[in-house]
T-cell receptor, first 111, second 113 residues
Framework: GEDVEQSLFLSVREGDSSVINCTYT??????LYWYKQEPGAGLQLLTY?????DMKQDQRLTVLLNKKDKHLSLRIADTQTGDSAIYFC???????????FGRGTSLIVHP | KAGVTQTPRYLIKTRGQQVTLSCSPI?????VSWYQQTPGQGLQFLFE???????NKGNFPGRFSGRQFSNSRSEMNVSTLELGDSALYLC????????????FGDGTRLSIL
């Protein structure tokens, strides 16, 4: 089945850009998602990209997909303290209704 | 549009008891999925219901069960609770087609004493 890997932690300074990386194993994955989880809350869908796209931009968020390397990244421009959270990458294997989630990357934004 | 609503938000139970968690999906969503989230195992898929039928199932013991009603609301039941069942249980809903993303509720925090 699909395997999704993420680094566990990322620390950035307020105002800098953050880049969270993710790799997946299933080349048939059709959609790739980014979710954000704040303390005490569920997962909030941030953005998602279809596998035939290379890039998607949504305000401060930029998603890059390298399908050849099965690598997905989420760039957050002008990172704020309110962006501190756990970010989950998820891939939807072809023919499946259930995405596979990574373990999450804890983003810490310090002044 | 109201989001996914899970009740209760917090529960404390003792070993051997059973528990029922409830999830009301976003209006119009017909698929409801349940996940268990723990620090050690991350997010693990329990099962998914679509139009009152279990469509997908994860790798959990039979003590974990669920159902979906005709209004798409779903319940999850855990019997004979164990200490290891302490977790955040998340419900997610979607329209049900493969290309529609899941939207999550804020979860039920279950603590087993």
């Amino acid at each position: 089945g699909e395997d999704v890997e993420q680094s566990l932690f990322l620390s950035v300074r307020e105002g800098d850009s953050s880049v969270i990386n993710c790799t997946y194993t299933d080349s048939s994955s059709t959609y790739l998602y980014w979710y954000k989880q704040e303390p005490g809350a569920g997962l909030q869908l941030l953005t998602y990209i279809f596998s035939n796209m290379d890039m998607k931009q949504d305000q401060r968020l930029t998603v890059l997909l390298n399908k050849k390397d099965k690598h997905l990244s989420l760039r957050i421009a002008d990172t704020q303290t309110g962006d501190s959270a756990i970010y989950f990458c998820a891939g939807l294997p072809g023919g499946s209704y259930i995405p596979t989630f990574g373990r999450g990357t804890s983003l810490i934004v310090h002044p | 549009k109201a989001g996914v609503t899970q009740t209760p938000r917090y529960l404390i139970k003792t070993r051997g008891q059973q528990v029922t968690l409830s999830c009301s999906p976003i209006s119009g969503h017909r698929s409801v999925s349940w996940y268990q989230q723990t620090p050690g195992q991350g997010l693990q898929f329990l099962f998914e219901y679509f139009s009152e039928t279990q469509r997908n199932k994860g790798n959990f013991p039979g003590r974990f069960s669920g159902r979906q009603f005709s209004n798409s609301r779903s319940e999850m039941n855990v019997s004979t609770l164990e200490l290891g069942d302490s977790a955040l249980y998340l419900c997610a809903s979607s329209l049900g087609a493969g290309d529609q993303p899941q939207h999550f509720g804020d979860g039920t925090r279950l603590s087993i004493l």
